[in-house]
């Protein structure tokens, strides 16, 4: 089992950076492939970006802007949001997974944290 918590999210201006966390528990973090997607309220749920042990896999929307990483000693990912744009604007949920499946399908990630909101002002 692994239990995820982000943190970070908060009200920025359009333009802006952030960054934000995902601390996990459990053992192996480094096993898990790990990603992040977002919910922005009346919209499906997207996939933003994820990182597998090979390969980084980004959403079109956020690629040249978003990066992804990693410090496995401290069970810990993170997300690097520059160029901030209002359309951004989302609740973002970090994931896991040890399967092989298709990254921009959120069937393929088994575990998800509660979420953190990001909100970018125009």
């Known amino acids: 089992q692994v239990q995820l918590v982000e943190s970070g999210g908060g009200l920025v201006q359009a333009g802006a950076s952030l960054r934000l966390s995902c601390a996990a528990s459990g053992r192996a973090f480094s096993k898990y492939s790990m990603g992040w997607f977002r919910q922005a309220p009346g919209k499906e749920r997207e996939f933003v970006i994820g990182m597998s042990r090979d390969s980084t896999t980004y959403a079109y929307s956020v690629k040249d802007r978003f990066t992804i990483s990693r410090d496995n000693p401290k069970n810990t990912v993170y997300l690097q949001m520059s160029s901030l744009k209002p359309e951004d604007t989302a609740k973002y949920y970090c994931?896991?997974?040890?399967?092989?499946?298709?990254?921009?399908?959120?069937?393929?990630?088994?575990?998800w944290g509660q979420g953190t909101q990001v909100t970018v002002s125009s």
């Open positions: 994931v896991a997974t040890q399967g092989m499946g298709d990254m921009l399908q959120s069937a393929s990630w088994d575990y």
